[in-house]
T-cell receptor, first 112, second 111 residues
Framework: TQLLEQSPQFLSIQEGENLTVYCNSS?????LQWYRQEPGEGPVLLVT?????EVKKLKRLTFQFGDARKDSSLHITAAQPGDTGLYLC????????????FGGGTRLMVKP | DAGVTQSPTHLIKTRGQHVTLRCSPI?????VSWYQQVLGQGPQFIFQ???????GRGNFPDRFSARQFPNYSSELNVNALLLGDSALYLC??????????FGPGTRLLVL
């Protein structure tokens, strides 16, 4: 069982549609991060959420941290082909350095 | 400033061989972490080094080893390669406990 479960695994939508992807766990986290990874590239950090119930916006992307700090969601409004990529949630662990534990990712394809 | 660089970009090996992957962190960053990303999955933590010392190790066999040099660059070594070692190997650099910045990765194919 993975620490972080992401859903859906795959999502194919038309340009202009809205979508939400989820990152769930039974554990409580001090913070949670969202990354986007494009083909041939490494993950790029989009946002870090640290407070239960926190909402952060990055242009058309809205990130929310669950009240109990066990889950998070990413909502994209009016998706564009440039949003295509693998969306990963991750939690840092400071027990040994600052290793990241990633979810399995949601692969998003936005068709023009 | 240059980002994290990794070499080579692609590599093909056969079972039983060994491989060395290289990473140069962002200038000023003293921490380097290695991750393995199997196709269709999220990255999995392998090692973290800070100031040339191992700070963390993931659940990988002893065939995997790494080191960090005085200039903070790093090498990941994998011995006795298995088909299952085929993956994208990502290096990330950071300054202490701050944000990790990932390189483009080395794609390893084991035949």
């Amino acid at each position: 069982t993975q620490l972080l479960e992401q859903s859906p695994q795959f999502l194919s939508i038309q340009e202009g549609e809205n979508l939400t992807v989820y990152c769930n766990s039974s554990s409580v986290f001090s913070s949670l991060q969202w990354y986007r990874q494009e083909p041939g590239e490494g993950p790029v950090l989009l946002v870090t959420v640290v407070t239960g119930g926190e909402v952060k916006k990055l242009k058309r992307l809205t990130f929310q941290f669950g009240d109990a700090r066990k889950d998070s969601s990413l909502h994209i409004t009016a998706a564009q082909p440039g949003d295509t990529g693998l969306y990963l949630c991750a939690v840092p662990s400071y027990n040994a350095g600052n290793m990241l534990t990633f979810g399995g990712g949601t692969r998003l394809m936005v068709k023009p | 400033d240059a980002g994290v660089t990794q070499s080579p970009t692609h590599l093909i090996k056969t079972r039983g061989q060994h491989v060395t992957l290289r990473c140069s962190p962002i200038s000023g960053h003293k921490s380097v972490s290695w991750y393995q990303q199997v196709l269709g999955q999220g990255p999995q933590f392998i090692f973290q080094y800070y100031e040339k010392e191992e700070r963390g190790r993931g659940n990988f066999p002893d065939r995997f080893s790494a080191r960090q040099f005085p200039n903070y660059s790093s090498e990941l070594n994998v011995n006795a390669l298995l088909l299952g070692d085929s993956a994208l190997y990502l290096c990330a650099s950071s300054s202490s406990l701050e944000t990790q910045y990932f390189g483009p990765g080395t794609r390893l194919l084991v035949l």
